[in-house]
């Protein structure tokens, strides 16, 4: 079966601790995406990949740091310089790397720092 | 720049009609997206539209005005499971790379 996984479901961690988030897609699609979802606010895009070995900051890039050394993976580290990094963390996926088709979301990895 | 507006919150109840509002202000638009998205989940895709006019598939249906900046996402025969928030999501214009915009999104509540 196609699609996007992502682990864990669940991540907890202490203040000044960096994590890593995992993000993998079997539907060959180019481009990924990361977002953060609040309460109350829409998704935000954090960075966006068009293209193996290339990303870029999306709105919200400060204390976050990402990857794409496979076509298939695109982590993203929470570094300790993230002030308020609790929240629901969305990795998505579309085919084209334009940013325009239509995007095509893993389960989600709720993060809480303790 | 794009700025997206849904209500907050909608309650109806099962088996009625519900209709779920966007309006939107860009600077370009090239189409609209609708996704569902469960207490917890991620969002899945419901529709696109892109040229003015109604999209049915199946008891969901979603209208597009380009000129009015208007879109809405029409839920018939509602049963409990459709209880979710629903995104809409503006498409950017053709050129370079530009991010789809999410609305903060409507939570939908339906009762007995």
């Known amino acids: 079966d196609g699609g996007i996984t992502q682990s864990p479901k669940y991540l907890f961690r202490k203040e000044g601790q960096n994590v890593t988030l995992s993000c993998e897609q079997n539907l060959n699609h180019d481009a990924m995406y990361w977002y953060r979802q609040d309460p109350g606010q829409g998704l935000r895009l954090i960075y966006y990949?068009?293209?193996?070995?290339?990303?870029q900051k999306g709105d919200i890039a400060e204390g976050y740091s990402v990857s794409r050394e496979k076509k298939e993976s695109f982590p993203l580290t929470v570094t300790s310089a993230q002030k308020n990094p609790t929240a629901f963390y969305l990795c998505?996926?579309?085919?084209?790397?334009?940013?325009?088709?239509?995007?095509?979301f893993g389960p989600g990895t709720r993060l809480t720092v303790l | 720049g794009q700025n997206i507006d849904q209500p907050t919150e909608m309650t109806a109840t099962e088996g009625a009609i519900v209709q779920i509002n966007c309006t939107y202000q860009?600077?370009?638009?090239?189409?609209l997206f609708w996704y569902q998205q469960h207490a917890g989940e991620a969002p899945t895709f419901l529709s696109y539209?892109?040229?003015?006019g109604l999209e049915e598939k199946g008891r969901f249906s979603s209208f597009l005005s380009r000129s009015k900046g208007y879109s809405y996402l029409l839920l018939k025969e509602l049963q409990m499971k459709d209880s979710a928030s629903y995104l809409c999501?503006?498409?950017?214009?053709?050129?370079?790379?530009?991010?789809?915009?999410f609305g903060t999104g409507t939570k939908l509540q339906v009762i007995p």
């Open positions: 539209n892109v040229l003015d």
């Open positions: 990949s068009q293209i193996v070995n290339d990303f």
């Open positions: 998505a996926s579309s085919m084209e790397g334009s940013g325009r088709d239509t995007q095509y």
């Open positions: 999501a503006v498409r950017p214009p053709s050129g370079g790379y530009q991010k789809v915009t």
């Open positions: 860009t600077s370009g638009f090239n189409g």
